[in-house]
C-alpha cells in the first residue's frame, strides 16, 4: 500500500491509498487530474472516494469525480451541498459509527470537532493494517486501538497564531476561528500520546496552516512525543504504508 499526497492545505486536499489490486481516494479538494497523475492515467484500481465534510478545499472537485464515475462516501451535509438537488447513484451517505465498505476497504467514520459537520475515519485494508484519518477538528474525543498508520491534523501552534494576532497578520474572526476548528501541534501530541501507539508505522501530519505552523519544529516536536517515523504531508509526498510482516 502507498500513500500519495496530492496536497494538504486550504489550498485543497487530497490523498490517495494506492493498494495492489484496489485503490481508494481520500478528499476530493483537488482536480482529478491530479489523481490521474500520481497513478500514471491508469484509474481502473479505484473503488471510490471518501469526503470528510463540505468545505471546498475538501470537497469542490467531488462532482467532477462523480461525473468520472467515482463512487463517494460522505456525511448528508455533505452529499446536498455537492448534489446541490440532484440526485446521483454515486453518492453515498454514511453516519458516524456505522462500519462500510468500500471494496476492501472496511472503513468507520466518526465525528469530530470541526465548524461544520465533519468525520474522521479508522480504515482497514490487509495491505496497511488500521490507518486513522483525521483533519478539520480542534480535537479528537475518540481513541483508537490497533493503529498501524497515521493521518492527523496539526495545523497550527499555539505561539506563532497568537504572534500572528498581534502582528496583524491574521484578524481576530480568523483566529477564534482557527481556534474553534482546527487542531493544534499541541492537541495533535496530546491525541497522539492518548493512544496505544505500539503498532504503528508511519505518523503523517496533514493540514499544515501555511501561515501558523513550522514544519520542521512540528515534526520535532512529534518524533519527541512518539519515537515514530514521521512525515509532513507535502505536495507529491510518496509513503510506503504497508504492513510490516513482523
Ligand atoms: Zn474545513
Known amino acids: 500500500m502507498k500513500l500519495h499526497i496530492l496536497g494538504s492545505n486550504s489550498n485543497g486536499n487530497g490523498y490517495i491509498l494506492e493498494g495492489k489490486s484496489q485503490t481508494l481516494l481520500l478528499e476530493a479538494g483537488l482536480p482529478l487530474k491530479d489523481v490521474k497523475e500520481a497513478l500514471n492515467f491508469d484509474l481502473t484500481k479505484v473503488v471510490g472516494g471518501i469526503v470528510s465534510h463540505l468545505h471546498g478545499d475538501h470537497s469542490k472537485c467531488a462532482s467532477d469525480f462523480i461525473k468520472n464515475g467515482i463512487p463517494l462516501w460522505m456525511n448528508l451535509e455533505t452529499a446536498e451541498h455537492i448534489a446541490n438537488g440532484k440526485s446521483s447513484s454515486l453518492i453515498f451517505c454514511i453516519t458516524a459509527g456505522k462500519q462500510f465498505s468500500i471494496g476492501e476497504f472496511k472503513i468507520i467514520p466518526f465525528s469530530v470537532k470541526h465548524d461544520v459537520p465533519c468525520l474522521g475515519f479508522m480504515i482497514n485494508h490487509p495491505e496497511s493494517g488500521n490507518i486513522l484519518f483525521v483533519t478539520d477538528t480542534h480535537y479528537i474525543p475518540n481513541r483508537f486501538k490497533g493503529l498501524n498508520q497515521i493521518l492527523i491534523e496539526a495545523n497550527y501552534e499555539a505561539s506563532i497564531l497568537d504572534n500572528n494576532l498581534y502582528d496583524g ?78
Request: net charge positive; aromatic share 6%.
Open 169 to 246: 497578520k491574521i484578524d481576530n474572526t480568523r483566529y477564534q476561528r482557527v481556534l474553534r476548528s482546527h487542531m493544534s501541534v499541541e492537541t495533535c501530541v496530546e491525541a497522539l500520546k492518548a493512544n496505544d501507539l505500539k503498532g504503528v508505522q508511519n505518523i503523517v501530519l496533514i493540514h499544515l496552516s501555511p501561515q501558523n505552523s513550522d514544519a520542521d519544529l512540528f515534526k520535532s516536536k512529534v518524533v519527541e512525543a512518539t519515537g515514530k517515523n514521521v512525515h509532513i504531508a507535502l505536495k507529491g509526498l510518496v509513503i510506503d504504508f504497508s504492513l510490516n510482516p513482523y
